[in-house]
């Protein structure tokens, strides 16, 4: 059985720094992104940044782009998303998901796994 599971969440100040992990056990993962989803309150999930688990090709929202990273190691079985620069517009419940690699990788319907998420918070 797949288990993704977030830590990282908090509270912090506009301009900080946050960093986001998601331990993935239950089945090898080459062959699929891994992806990080945001929920504000009464908003869609978005696409956040999403990694290829074998090749590490990256990928990003405009909006996080050249301020959050993700990254993954392999030996831990761990996808990290480190967020800079945050801004009171970041704030929502960031979620882990993995799925198979595919032209969705940018879309919720392109993952099948899915952690329980974690509350990003971000005071002006």
């Known amino acids: 059985q797949v288990g993704l599971v977030e830590s990282g969440g908090g509270l912090v100040q506009a301009g900080g720094s946050l960093r986001l992990s998601c331990a993935a056990s239950?089945?090898?993962?080459?062959?699929?992104?891994m992806g990080w989803f945001r929920q504000a309150p009464g908003k869609e999930r978005e696409f956040v940044a999403a990694?290829?688990?074998?090749?590490?090709?990256?990928y990003y929202a405009d909006s996080v782009k050249g301020r959050f990273t993700i990254s993954r190691d392999s030996a831990k079985n761990t996808v990290y998303l480190q967020m800079n620069s945050l801004k009171p517009e970041d704030t929502a419940v960031y979620y882990c998901?993995?799925?198979?690699?595919?032209?969705?990788?940018?879309?919720?319907?392109?993952?099948?796994?899915w952690g329980q998420g974690t509350q990003v918070t971000v005071s002006s």
């Open positions: 998901a993995a799925g198979r690699l595919g032209v969705f990788i940018r879309l919720p319907r392109g993952y099948e796994y």
């Open positions: 990694i290829t688990w074998s090749g590490g090709n990256t």
């Open positions: 239950g089945r090898t993962f080459s062959g699929y992104a």
